[in-house]
C-alpha cells in the first residue's frame, strides 16, 4: 500500500532538497526531486513552493496543466510533476468513506 500527499516544508529539513528560496526564485512549473528506496519527494513551485511526498509515485511521467498566466492573460501549459497529478486526481476520495 502507498501513500501520496503534501507535507510540510518544516518536515523537510534533513532532506537534500535544493533551499525553498532559490526555488521561489526560480521560473513556474520548476521543480526538485529527491528520491530514496522507499520514499519520493518533490518541491514544485506553481503561485507558491508545493511540497509533496509518495511512497508509491514518482515524479516522471512528467504531465502538462493548465494555469492562468496574469502576465499574458491566457492559459499556459506548464509542467507538473507524477506526484502532484496523481494527489490533484485522486484528493477527496476518502470523503467518499463517510
Not at 537534500?16 to 512549473?29: G, N, Q, T, V, Y
Request: with cysteine.
Amino acid at each position: 500500500m502507498g501513500a501520496t500527499g503534501a507535507i510540510r516544508v518544516n518536515r523537510t529539513e534533513n532532506c537534500p532538497l535544493e533551499d525553498i528560496k532559490s526555488i521561489k526564485k526560480k521560473s513556474r512549473a520548476s521543480f526538485d526531486f529527491w528520491n530514496s528506496k522507499y520514499l519520493k519527494m518533490v518541491w514544485w513551485n506553481d503561485n507558491s513552493v508545493i511540497t509533496s511526498a509518495s511512497s508509491h509515485h514518482g515524479f516522471e511521467p512528467v504531465a502538462q496543466t493548465k494555469r492562468w498566466s496574469y502576465i499574458g492573460r491566457k492559459f499556459i501549459e506548464i509542467d507538473q510533476p507524477h506526484i502532484l497529478s496523481q494527489n490533484n486526481k485522486f484528493m477527496g476520495g476518502i470523503d467518499l468513506l463517510n
